[in-house]
């Protein structure tokens, strides 16, 4: 079975700290895309990051950005200066080439930035 | 542009009835996946439709049942309503089946009592 594991259920950290959000995932596919979504409050997910899997080259967002270490089946979020605006839950999630691109998620980080 | 609309924004049935939720995506997009997300947990693929054809379902009763339409909105049907099925559910809309990365809407709460 395809999974994704995100050990840290809850994380708090102060305003312009940076924080890094952990994911394992497991899967025989060698071709995939990984994903970070945020979901506020108001409930809409949104996408933060995205990461192909043959490229070696770790994706970044402005203060976003990610360790993906392919051999490992790790894929870290680490935000840095962060805001409080970046109080949200944070899922990660994967979708093999082959699996018609569903998303497989993990069980998600809860994230409290602290003024 | 407007992003992915789905309504209504909140449902409460009774067991055993049945209910439509509604999905436009954003304009362009011709993939429509729907998703269930329980309270504390991250959401459960139920289907993706591309180009109004059903290319993948997840493991989900076939209570559930979906449809997408010419102009790639998109109905999640759920009949004889348990109390399990309360759950946000979440539409998502790409420009094709992929890793482009999905655009999700607000998501539709449903409670069933």
């Known amino acids: 079975a395809q999974t994704v594991t995100q050990s840290q259920p809850e994380m708090s950290v102060q305003e312009a700290e940076t924080v890094t959000l952990s994911c394992t995932y497991d899967?025989?596919?060698?071709?995939?895309?990984l994903f970070w979504y945020k979901q506020p409050p108001s409930r809409q997910m949104i996408l933060v990051i995205r990461?192909?899997?043959?490229k070696q080259q770790n994706a970044t967002e402005n203060r976003f950005s990610v360790n993906f270490q392919k051999a490992a089946k790790s894929f870290s979020l680490k935000i840095s200066d962060s805001q409080l605006g970046d109080t949200a839950m944070y899922f990660c999630?994967?979708?093999?080439?082959?699996?018609?691109?569903?998303?497989?998620w993990g069980a998600g980080t809860k994230l409290i930035i602290k003024p | 542009d407007a992003g992915v609309t789905q309504s209504p924004t909140h449902l409460i049935k009774t067991r055993g009835q049945q209910v439509t939720l509604r999905c436009s995506p954003i304009?362009?997009?011709?993939?429509v996946s729907w998703y269930q997300q329980v309270l504390g947990q991250g959401p459960q693929f139920i289907f993706q439709?591309?180009?109004?054809?059903?290319?993948g379902r997840g493991n989900f009763p076939d209570r559930f049942s979906a449809r997408q339409f010419p102009n790639y909105s998109s109905e999640l049907n759920v009949n004889a309503l348990l109390l399990g099925d309360s759950a946000l559910y979440l539409c998502?809309?790409?420009?094709?089946?992929?890793?482009?990365?999905?655009?999700f809407g607000s998501g539709t709460r449903l409670t069933v009592v």
């Open positions: 990461q192909e899997a043959y």
């Open positions: 999630a994967f979708t093999p080439y082959d699996s018609n691109y569903q998303l497989i």
């Open positions: 998502a809309s790409s420009l094709g089946p992929g890793g482009y990365g999905y655009t």
């Open positions: 304009s362009g997009h011709k993939s």
């Open positions: 439709y591309y180009e109004k054809e059903e290319r």
């Open positions: 899967t025989s596919e060698s071709n995939y895309y």
